[in-house]
């Protein structure tokens, strides 16, 4: 039962949850069984602790997920649901905010345990922070703005400073981000977000 399920609702090589087979009704210690038997009979392969992956159905090689995969899956993003986003540095990186790459992969969740904790997926450190608002698909990239405005020049390189108006407008721009959605959820960041968006003179592309 369990192997049909997992094969039905997963691609070889995507991480897979002890916690996303508990719909089938099965105690927690006949779950963990059921895991263990498949793995030894090398239907099913371990990534790490209550982390797992099919292999490829033609058996000729095992597709192991990457530790940044098994992150997004378990903090951010899955194929069904978005309850999460990359922030700070790591953020303002991809965007080209700031050249320093970070050590330590930034997240915010909904799955976070605790305020602000330091995970390790596979042998990768990220900080996991908790959401202050509940993400979801229709919200993250919003929250995921005003999360960087609130702390934009912390995070700007100067020999970015010039181009990170055009850079954040760009972002507006690709996540279809309006003035409707900031309204919504700025009151529960810091005034100086506000102060960001007018330094910056983003009103132009919030329509």
């Known amino acids: 039962m369990l192997l049909e399920f997992l094969k039905k609702n997963f691609g070889p090589g995507k991480p897979i949850f002890t916690s996303d087979a508990e719909c089938l009704g099965l105690s927690p210690v006949n779950l963990r069984q059921q895991f263990k038997k498949l793995c030894d009979s090398h239907q099913l392969f371990r990534f790490e602790a209550g982390v797992f992956f099919l292999?490829?159905?033609?058996?000729?090689?095992?597709?192991?997920?990457?530790?940044?995969?098994?992150?997004?899956?378990?903090?951010?993003?899955n194929e069904q649901d978005v309850y999460g986003y990359y922030s700070g540095y790591t953020f303002a990186n991809q965007l080209g905010l700031?050249?320093?790459?970070?050590?330590?992969?930034?997240?915010?969740?909904?799955?976070?345990?605790?305020?602000?904790?330091?995970?390790?997926?596979?042998?990768?450190?990220?900080?996991?922070?908790?959401?202050?608002?509940?993400?979801?698909?229709?919200?993250?990239?919003?929250?995921?703005?005003?999360?960087?405005?609130?702390d934009v020049e912390e995070y700007t390189d100067y020999e970015c400073e010039e181009e990170a108006p055009d850079r954040i407008k760009g972002f507006i721009q690709r996540a279809k981000i309006t003035r409707a959605d900031i309204d919504k959820y700025i009151g529960e960041f810091p005034l100086k977000t506000y102060k960001s968006i007018y330094d910056l003179r983003l009103e132009s592309v919030l329509a």
């Open 55 to 77: 292999p490829d159905p033609n058996g000729e090689y095992y597709p192991k997920p990457s530790a940044n995969m098994v992150a997004e899956y378990k903090y951010i993003r």
């Open 98 to 150: 700031t050249l320093q790459v970070p050590y330590k992969e930034e997240i915010v969740s909904n799955n976070a345990t605790a305020v602000v904790r330091e995970v390790k997926v596979g042998n990768i450190p990220f900080f996991i922070r908790r959401a202050r608002i509940p993400v979801t698909r229709e919200n993250c990239f919003t929250l995921q703005l005003l999360d960087l405005l609130k």
